[in-house]
């Protein structure tokens, strides 16, 4: 396969997965991070980038079209809605909302001409959240809207698909963990399918959608939670 998949977040925990898989898949593949690491060809940071400079870095690392962006990092900033400030607020949406925004558009000569798609990694707090999640439910929320309304306005030419993970087991999740497994495990049993879901299984899913199999999937929103989203809590 002589396809190209940009891929932000490429450091991360899913990040990471998601470029070992796209490369197994066969895909030519250029990582987007705020950092160096291994995956990473491009540091930048997403929350003020200039797309002319952005762009001609992604030109020197392939001379490929752009098949598939995968607009996958994020900022999560977990505050009480009263105490987070103006500052927090525009750095979770300009990294969540806008910069995925500004990705799409400014690809969107090569996703038209390759007749590709656009793969946003939102989150299950895009419908259930709980407190202190205000800003990063709200720029997820607003994510799923900006798929929803792409692929109506640009379907015949290019597909826009949401996937939405709850609780992935990364290096990041199980520091919030230190010290504490209980309440790692409560977590895990919290989910019907009795354990969280692994970054591999999120970067799968996102080949499959990126695929010739996956066409008739448009403006979707799909969830990867182990069930968690269709369980019912109450004092019961």
């Not at 490369?23 to 991070?33: F, K, P, S």
Request: hydrophobic share 45%; with cysteine; glycine share 8%.
């Amino acid at each position: 396969m002589t396809a190209l998949a940009v891929i932000t977040g490429s450091g991360g925990g899913v990040g990471s997965a998601l470029v070992k898989a796209f490369r197994e898949a066969g895909y030519t593949t250029v990582g987007i991070d705020r950092e160096r690491s291994e995956l990473t060809d491009i540091a930048c940071d997403l929350a003020d980038f200039n797309e002319q400079e952005l762009l001609a870095n992604l030109r020197s690392c392939s001379t490929l079209q752009v098949h598939t962006l995968i607009n996958n990092a994020a900022l999560q900033i977990v505050d009480a809605f009263e105490s987070i400030q103006p500052a927090a607020w525009r750095s979770v949406l300009e990294v969540n909302l806008v910069a995925p925004v500004r990705l799409a558009r400014m690809l969107l000569a090569d996703l038209r001409a390759t007749r590709g798609n656009v793969i946003n990694i939102g989150s299950i707090h895009a419908a259930l959240t709980k407190p202190h999640f205000t800003a990063y439910a709200t720029s997820k929320a607003a994510m799923a809207g900006f798929t929803r309304a792409a692929a109506v306005e640009l379907g015949q030419e290019v597909r826009f698909n949401t996937i939405e993970p709850a609780a992935i087991n990364t290096s990041m999740l199980r520091a919030g963990f230190d010290g504490a497994p209980e309440a790692f495990d409560a977590l895990e049993r919290h989910h019907p399918s009795a354990r969280i879901g692994t970054p591999e299984e999120v970067a799968k899913l996102a080949v499959f959608l990126a695929s010739e199999q996956a066409t008739f999937i448009n403006g979707a929103a799909i969830g990867i939670d182990g069930a968690i989203r269709a369980r019912l809590h109450d004092p019961a």
